[in-house]
């Protein structure tokens, strides 16, 4: 079975417009430092496909073993725009709960 982010961190969305962000709060610093590694942009923008047509950026909050992940043109346009089942991005948190993490056990 793989590691999935839901293993190492907490994790909550919001949005703003076409904008949706990803709060991941580690479950403590060993899995603070692995998510550092492993939650890149690239690797963000890969998971989620054609669901983010923008730049992806990742903040580090080391203080609170956290990061902030930021994805443009996330939302289909938001949510006046949209016909997205999710246009509001509050089941991004969900979906990153899933993003699997190198050096798993499937790996």
């Avoid at 839901?6 to 692995?34: C, H, Q, W």
């Avoid at 963000?44 to 950026?57: C, M, P, S």
């Avoid at 089942?85 to 509050?90: C, S, V």
Wanted: hydrophobic share 40%; glycine share 14%; no cysteine.
């Amino acid at each position: 079975m793989s590691t999935l982010l839901n293993d190492l961190a907490y994790t909550r969305s919001g949005d703003k417009g076409d904008v949706s962000n990803i709060g991941i709060m580690a479950k403590g610093p060993t899995e603070f430092e692995v998510l550092r590694a492993a939650v890149t942009p690239e690797a963000v923008k890969g998971f989620f496909g054609d669901l983010v047509t923008g730049e992806v950026h990742v903040y580090e909050l080391p203080l609170i073993e956290s990061l902030q992940v930021v994805m443009y043109g996330a939302l289909g346009g938001g949510a006046t725009q949209t016909l997205r089942f999710d246009e509001t991005g509050k089941s991004m948190a969900a979906l990153m709960s899933r993003f699997p993490i190198p050096g798993g056990d499937d790996d």
